[in-house]
């Protein structure tokens, strides 16, 4: 029989990518996907077999982390062997303006998610998407021990989901894992994400549709990978003897600026001559240094990072080109599901 995987987050930039590892894998795949009056599966659409061909074996289900009810009656359903909970409001800046909101979905979310599973009783391993954000304002190199000191409401929920895992793993024996992930991006990262917003200026920029680029905190300090290899982390650290946490990252910090210039510079352009610095775009508290040691993730599930700084703004960059020529060309077409 093929393993069955749930993903919570399945629409998301990370949900995208680990659906697609999880299909090679032979996985059946089921997703969650939120009601919302737009189209908001257009980063699985292009990865999915429409649910009527007799191959399909991704399935999107209506459900949210904020509805208890359907979360236990979609595990009851389907009875997964694993169950990835990477659905959250994850934008930090956005955090501090909805934090109530941001606490119910990516804090007590990711308790509803636990809960439910342990009621259905199908035996089936927890992965939680954690982040460095935990770290907050402890300095750099952040690992598995170091303490957290949250800076944002999202961090803060992120705590609490942490926990809640370590928890339902020590009183309940279930078998549950957290990623503790540093920043990872791609051409699937979400536009007000500040190297997709770049990637994305700089090739309006360059076909002269854009003239300023407007950005916050230029001094703040990122260890930046690229998220398909970082799903890979994710599988693997639910495929171990015994459940742990584990820190994945790079090992390398830049800088926003860093990134701003060699985005720029990659296409030829100078970028004191588009970018200004716009205060909205402050956070009320900034984490100014993450850079994580994943020497753990190394040693236990042989991980280790491939795609490093340069050829990830790269990559971005030369994607979002690529995307703009599309859009202009009227090349991009909509799945109809
Ligand atoms: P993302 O692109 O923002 O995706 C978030 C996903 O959560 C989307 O599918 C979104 O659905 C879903 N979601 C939002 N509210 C929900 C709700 N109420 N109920 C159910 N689902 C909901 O995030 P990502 O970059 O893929 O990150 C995946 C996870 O890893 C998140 O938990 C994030 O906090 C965490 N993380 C990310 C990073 C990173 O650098 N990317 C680092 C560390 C940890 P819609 O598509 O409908 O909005
Ligand atoms: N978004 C944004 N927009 N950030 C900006 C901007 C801007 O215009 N200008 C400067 N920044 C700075 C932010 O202040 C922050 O220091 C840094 O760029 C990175 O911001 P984001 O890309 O929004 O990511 P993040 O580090 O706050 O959070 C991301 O990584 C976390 C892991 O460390 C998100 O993906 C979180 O969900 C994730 O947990």
Known sequence: MPRVALITGITGQDGSYLSELLLDKGYTVHGLKRRSSTFN??????????????????????????DPASLT????????????????????????????????????GALRLLEAARAADVGCRFYQASSSEMFGATPPPQREDTPFHPRSPYACAKVYAYWSAVNYRESYGMYCANGILF????????ENFVTRKITRAVARIEAGIQDKLHLGNLDAVRDWGYAPEYVEAMWLSLQQDQPGDYVVATGEGHTVREFVEAAFAHVGLDWRDHVTIDPRYFRPAEVDALIGDYSRARRALGWAPKTLFADLVRVMVDADRQLLEDERAGRLVRVDR
């Not at 257009?42 to 904020?66: K, W």
């Not at 595990?75 to 930090?92: C, F, K, M, T, W």
């Not at 920043?183 to 979400?190: D, V």
């Open 41 to 66: 599966t257009e980063r699985v659409d292009r990865i999915d077999v429409h649910p009527r061909h007799p191959d399909a074996r991704l399935f999107l289900h209506y459900s949210d982390l904020t």
């Open 183 to 190: 920043n990872h991006e791609s051409p699937r990262r979400g």
């Open 73 to 108: 009656n979609l595990i009851r359903d389907i009875a997964p062997d694993e169950i990835y909970n990477l659905g959250a409001q994850s934008h930090v800046r956005v955090s501090f303006d909805i934090p109530g909101y941001t606490a119910d979905v990516t804090g007590l």
